[in-house]
């Protein structure tokens, strides 16, 4: 798990698939079957988790931002597309 921005408004964190623990070893506990990020809009409170295709999309995302530097207001307005697909209130346990 990678936080990859942080700010006031929206947190991102790239989860990864995770077939082996740090010593090689299969993990026998739940996993990841593949990538992805979760967006927590800390406004509204609430989360998307991106995966599959989604995840490839914003992935190409991060990408560009590597090639381009981006402002922070260009990322929170990327980041706000997003939060429309939030609908899981964050749950802290």
């Known amino acids: 798990m990678n936080v990859l921005y942080d700010s006031e408004s ?3 964190t790239h989860l990864l698939a995770d077939t082996h623990t740090e010593t090689g070893v299969a993990n ?10 979760e967006i927590v809009d800390k ?3 609430k989360e998307v988790y991106l995966d599959g295709s989604w995840a490839e999309l ?12 981006p402002t922070q207001e ?3 307005d ?6 429309g ?4 209130p964050v749950v802290v346990h």
Request: proline share 5%.
């Open 85 to 88: 697909l939030a609908q899981n």
């Open 43 to 45: 406004r509204s409170g």
């Open 28 to 37: 026998p506990g739940p996993m990841l079957v593949r990538h992805g990020f």
């Open 10 to 12: 929206f947190s991102v």
């Open 58 to 69: 914003f992935q190409q995302q991060i990408n560009a931002w590597q090639q381009s530097s």
């Open 74 to 76: 260009e990322v929170e």
């Open 78 to 83: 990327t980041l706000e597309s997003y939060s």
